[in-house]
């Protein structure tokens, strides 16, 4: 019919008046921030009184060795956490879904640290990792394995972190991954089944491509989620950074030269590079993985 217009969500002015609150949200406290951090990163002085101060923020972040010390330990975080972190997660998951018969026991299990305050679990790792009477360092003495200075060591900062990081990272990937696992229809199996493909046919031809939307988006959110440490710092070495800035990281370098240093100019032009970082870092890392599904 002449005149006629089809239907669409997006042609009903009421769709747009239930989408207003949510967008304001959005807006406020998403996009308004992030154009505020953008134009302070080009100012320096404090927040009550800043002054225009050019790109001199961003020359001064990127000359600054403590800047490149904790990028360089953000990326050893992500690279090595998100790859251990999944593996582990995709064969618990995997074993619940196949081998466990009481697998909401064991869900909520795994579950549970994921809605733990990661403080509190900093405290129990702190507990654990102590030098003097921690339990990991007892049990190491079992192997003939000398006590490790894991929380007071320039060396082991980093590598405890990244214990502590796959830790906590288990509990949301293995229940994404438990997900991914019951979305993948049993007729797959069967036909695999009558063809007499064995159980790593079946994982590699069957559940792998199956999961790969789900992996890819674990990848992503990990990576992101990675790169933006900074509680887990806090919790493990107790406020601090690890001896001698040694667990130093982007967030809590940006959070030391706002809050401690006072100088929101700098932490600001610290934030857009982790912001850029991350932008390319995904948009490479999706376009990977789509060649990859192809």
């Not at 070495?237 to 700098?266: E, L």
């Amino acid at each position: 019919m002449k005149g006629f217009k089809k239907y669409s969500a997006e042609n009903q002015p009421k769709a747009w008046l239930f989408l207003f609150p949510a967008l304001a949200i959005i807006g406020v406290f998403n996009i308004y921030p992030m154009f505020k951090s953008l134009w302070m990163s080009f100012q320096k002085g404090t927040l009550l009184n800043p002054r225009f101060t050019g790109i001199d923020n961003y020359v001064t972040v990127l000359k600054d060795p403590v800047f490149h010390t904790a990028m360089k330990n953000t990326a050893i975080y992500a690279f090595f956490v998100v790859p251990i972190c999944l593996v582990i997660s995709l064969l618990i998951s995997w074993l619940i879904f196949e081998k466990i018969k009481n697998k909401g026991f064991f869900e909520t299990i795994f579950f549970i640290p994921y809605v733990t305050s990661t403080i509190a679990i900093g405290i129990v790792f702190r507990y654990l990792f102590n030098g003097n009477y921690g339990i990991v360092n007892h049990v190491l003495g079992w192997v003939g394995i000398a006590p490790i200075n894991w929380l007071n060591s320039v060396n082991m900062s980093v590598p405890t972190l990244i214990i502590f990081g796959v830790w906590t990272g288990l509990a949301f990937n293995i229940i994404i991954l438990l997900a991914g696992f019951r979305n993948i229809s049993e007729e797959y199996y069967k036909v695999a089944d009558m063809f007499g493909a064995s159980n790593w046919e079946k994982f590699a031809r069957i559940t792998m491509p199956q999961l790969i939307p789900t992996i890819t988006f674990l990848l992503t959110v990990n990576f992101i989620g990675a790169f933006k440490i900074y509680s887990q710092v806090y919790a493990l070495f107790g406020g601090t950074a690890g001896v001698a800035n040694s667990a130093q990281t982007a967030v809590f370098y940006i959070y030391d030269k706002f809050h401690v240093a006072g100088r929101p100019g700098i932490a600001m032009a610290a934030t857009m590079i982790l912001f850029a970082l991350i932008l390319l870092f995904t948009a490479l890392q999706n376009k990977i993985v789509k060649r990859v599904e192809r």
